[in-house]
């Protein structure tokens, strides 16, 4: 894994004046740090920048929105990218989750201020504020149909919203514990929710009814991921017959990243054991990168790449601070990690560097969302950045 390099939040607001200036930093791991910067040395006719960088940093192409540097002492380099644009009035606090309509037209955000509300991606012009959860709601997301809102909040309850009309259409009670991340199965016949009480359960939403105890480990369950088995692994048998309520349960497996180190993963409709990973501290997220790859990150920035069909030893361990991985997400032929310092970058297979998503101070990024060439990410500081990946 590539050597971190850090930029000023800001740089590209910096650089846009005469003799502006950004920091630079390079972090090689046990040595010391590397420290830098960039002087804008006027504006071309094109309205980029003329940028130098100091000694040990070069600056390999910049554009409006974008620079790519490079430390060769380091063999270290990383494009960074700066917003699109930044909506500032969705919420008045930090912004825990966030997520975008399968059309690409809807955001849906939650906030510490207690409110979920529903906006145009395209601006952030607030659409629907959808109220009913008491106290902080922890996660949101749409259905695969981007006309339906699926919540769990502090107060144990899962609802289901229409983006429509901001009603909420079905309440789910059972858990003890606040919600802290939710599934969707397939369509959407069925959801999963992963709770501070230990439990992970499975919903049927169209009878609004718990379809049972999927899981009870004792530990706070941060996160879920629902994927698609690869047809080398073996999910086992249910012990009785499944519910004909379930949907789409058949083939798939569950994640979960548990607050006790330990990553589980079950076949979701024999319920069933696959693998028990223990890694270096509590997980907070996990994401399948395909049938039999997946991601998890840990409280001290462990990122883990484990393979199914092998799970004893990780296939990499990326450690890029010890900040704490707050999200993941499978992009292209890669994924997008958010961590506690405010670094959020995209990793993919066929680039020999990292991008980076800047804008974000020191303050977490606590999740990310993706629409065609467009990434969105919510902060502890209130903003939803919006990325275009054209301009890189």
């Not at 050597?3 to 046990?30: F, M, N, T, Y």
């Not at 906006?119 to 997301?141: K, P, T, Y």
């Given at each position: 894994?590539?050597?971190?390099?850090?930029?000023?939040?800001?740089?590209?607001?910096?650089?846009?004046?005469?003799?502006?200036?950004?920091?630079?930093?390079?972090?090689?791991?046990?040595?010391?740090?590397?420290y830098?910067?960039?002087?804008?040395?006027?504006?071309?006719?094109?309205?980029?920048?003329?940028?130098?960088?100091?000694?040990?940093?070069?600056?390999?192409?910049?554009?409006?929105?974008?620079?790519?540097?490079?430390?060769?002492?380091?063999?270290a380099?990383s494009k960074?990218?700066?917003?699109?644009?930044?909506?500032?009035?969705?919420?008045?606090?930090?912004?825990?989750?966030?997520?975008?309509?399968?059309?690409?037209?809807?955001?849906?955000?939650?906030?510490?201020?207690?409110?979920?509300?529903?906006?145009?991606?395209?601006?952030?012009?607030l659409?629907?504020?959808?109220?009913?959860?008491?106290?902080?709601?922890?996660?949101?997301?749409?259905?695969?149909?981007?006309?339906?809102?699926?919540?769990?909040?502090?107060?144990?309850q899962?609802?289901i919203?229409?983006?429509?009309?901001?009603?909420?259409?079905?309440?789910?009670?059972?858990?003890?514990?606040?919600?802290?991340?939710?599934?969707?199965?397939?369509?959407?016949?069925?959801?999963?929710?992963?709770s501070?009480?230990?439990?992970?359960?499975?919903?049927?939403?169209g009878?609004?009814?718990?379809?049972?105890?999927?899981?009870?480990?004792?530990?706070?369950?941060?996160?879920?991921?629902?994927?698609?088995?690869?047809?080398?692994?073996?999910?086992?048998?249910?012990?009785?017959?499944?519910?004909?309520?379930?949907?789409?349960?058949?083939?798939?497996?569950?994640?979960?990243?548990?607050?006790?180190?330990?990553?589980?993963?079950?076949?979701?409709?024999?319920?069933?054991?696959?693998?028990l990973?223990?890694?270096?501290?509590?997980?907070?997220c996990?994401s399948?990168?395909?049938?039999?790859?997946l991601?998890?990150?840990?409280?001290?920035?462990?990122?883990?790449?484990?393979?199914?069909?092998?799970p004893?030893?990780?296939?990499?361990?990326?450690?890029?601070?010890?900040?704490?991985?707050?999200?993941?997400?499978?992009?292209?032929?890669?994924f997008?990690?958010?961590?506690?310092?405010?670094?959020?970058?995209?990793?993919?297979?066929?680039?020999?560097?990292?991008i980076?998503?800047?804008?974000?101070?020191?303050?977490?990024?606590?999740?990310?969302?993706?629409?065609?060439?467009?990434?969105?990410?919510?902060?502890?500081?209130?903003?939803?950045?919006?990325?275009?990946?054209?301009?890189?």
């Amino acid at each position: 894994m590539a050597v971190p390099l850090r930029i000023q939040s800001d740089w590209a607001q910096a650089l846009r004046k005469d003799e502006g200036e950004a920091w630079l930093s390079c972090h090689p791991p046990g040595k010391p740090t590397l420290y830098g910067s960039l002087t804008c040395q006027g504006i071309g006719l094109d309205g980029i920048p003329e940028v130098t960088a100091s000694e040990g940093f070069i600056v390999n192409e910049i554009n409006k929105k974008s620079i790519h540097i490079s430390c060769p002492k380091e063999n270290a380099s990383s494009k960074f990218l700066a917003p699109y644009t930044t909506f500032s009035r969705i919420h008045t606090k930090s912004i825990t989750c966030l997520d975008i309509s399968s059309g690409g037209g809807l955001g849906v955000s939650s906030s510490t201020d207690g409110s979920m509300k529903i906006w145009q991606a395209s601006n952030g012009e607030l659409r629907r504020v959808l109220e009913g959860h008491v106290f902080d709601v922890n996660c949101c997301r749409f259905f695969p149909s981007g006309l339906v809102v699926l919540s769990g909040g502090m107060d144990a309850q899962l609802k289901i919203w229409s983006a429509e009309d901001a009603s909420c259409v079905v309440t789910f009670k059972g858990h003890k514990g606040g919600i802290l991340d939710t599934a969707i199965v397939d369509r959407g016949k069925n959801v999963v929710s992963g709770s501070r009480d230990g439990t992970a359960r499975l919903w049927d939403c169209g009878r609004s009814a718990c379809l049972g105890v999927i899981v009870d480990c004792g530990s706070s369950i941060n996160g879920v991921a629902v994927g698609t088995a690869d047809n080398s692994i073996n999910l086992g048998s249910p012990e009785q017959m499944p519910s004909e309520r379930e949907v789409g349960t058949e083939s798939k497996m569950l994640l979960l990243a548990r607050e006790d180190k330990k990553l589980q993963c079950l076949g979701l409709q024999s319920r069933q054991p696959v693998f028990l990973f223990i890694g270096s501290d509590a997980f907070n997220c996990c994401s399948f990168l395909s049938g039999f790859l997946l991601l998890a990150g840990t409280q001290d920035g462990n990122i883990y790449q484990l393979d199914v069909r092998s799970p004893r030893a990780p296939v990499q361990v990326i450690h890029r601070s010890g900040a704490p991985v707050m999200s993941l997400l499978s992009f292209r032929d890669g994924f997008i990690a958010s961590q506690g310092d405010g670094s959020c970058f995209i990793v993919q297979q066929d680039l020999d560097y990292v991008i980076e998503l800047t804008g974000a101070d020191c303050d977490p990024v606590y999740k990310v969302a993706t629409w065609e060439k467009q990434i969105y990410t919510c902060c502890r500081d209130g903003l939803v950045r919006r990325y275009q990946l054209s301009d890189l």
